[in-house]
């Protein structure tokens, strides 16, 4: 039978839009064998998963474990329904426009949390629920070190905030690219009349090298809907 813990494990992996526990694991970085017997209740899981589970779903330990709606024993607070969670990833690359081969979602090493007003991701950005990664930048191919202050310039340890669902380039703008190593930004735009159809992959910096490829090697993760910069 059905652990209690387990049922309610699988409720608020439900709840926070996770469609199956297999994908919830590999989004959220967790043992997809281990998080799978725990949510069918095939195995027991302990209070420092629970607050791991916890933390990732937006409830209480105490409330996985027992039940309990009060996780002030736990010394956990339930997350703000006004904040919305931001899933922190690997950091971008600056490798030079490879040609891309994958466009899997799931290319990231889950870090931590970010947590955004919810007015900001949904209604701003429009960014869906869940649907939301943030990337750090790393390298400088997305500063133009002749013009560094012109718009929408990335300089290396901004964080880059990813639209998981936006992945077509029409408009053209800029993109968080699989380049079959690693994520890298890129500005991503149609070539118009080209048959099969392509895009041109290119940087802000010129020594990069612009790169082209057919729409289906492109390995589009999702659109870049804004940034977090230091002042200095």
């Not at 779903?57 to 607070?77: I, K, R, T």
């Not at 994520?183 to 041109?200: A, D, F, N, Y």
Request: one cysteine or more.
């Amino acid at each position: 039978m059905k652990s209690e813990p387990g049922k309610r494990l699988r409720e608020a992996r439900k709840n926070a839009g996770y469609k199956s526990a297999s994908v919830a694991a590999r989004m959220l970085g967790f043992n997809p064998v281990s998080y799978t017997a725990h949510e069918n209740g095939g195995r027991a899981f302990d209070a420092d998963r629970a607050r791991d589970y916890a933390n990732a779903f937006g409830v209480s330990p105490s409330w996985l474990l027992y039940g309990e709606a009060d996780s002030s024993q736990n010394g956990e607070a339930e997350r703000s329904p006004s904040s919305v969670n931001l899933h922190k990833e690997e950091p971008t690359v600056s490798s030079a426009g490879k040609k891309a081969f994958l466009a899997s979602l799931d290319v990231f090493e889950l870090e931590e949390f970010w947590e955004m007003p919810d007015v900001f991701i949904k209604d701003r950005l429009r960014i869906g629920e869940q649907r939301a990664r943030v990337l750090e930048v790393l390298g400088d191919s997305m500063y133009d070190p002749n013009n560094p202050t012109a718009p929408g310039s990335m300089y290396p340890g901004d964080r880059a905030i990813v639209d998981l669902d936006d992945v077509l380039p029409t408009p053209p703008g800029v993109f968080a690219v699989h380049d079959g190593i690693g994520v890298v930004i890129r500005i991503v735009e149609t070539i118009p009349h080209s048959k099969p159809p392509k895009l041109r992959l290119s940087s802000r910096n010129p020594r990069y090298a612009t790169h082209e490829c057919e729409t289906h090697e492109a390995g589009i993760v999702g659109r870049i809907k804004a940034k977090v910069s230091m002042l200095v």
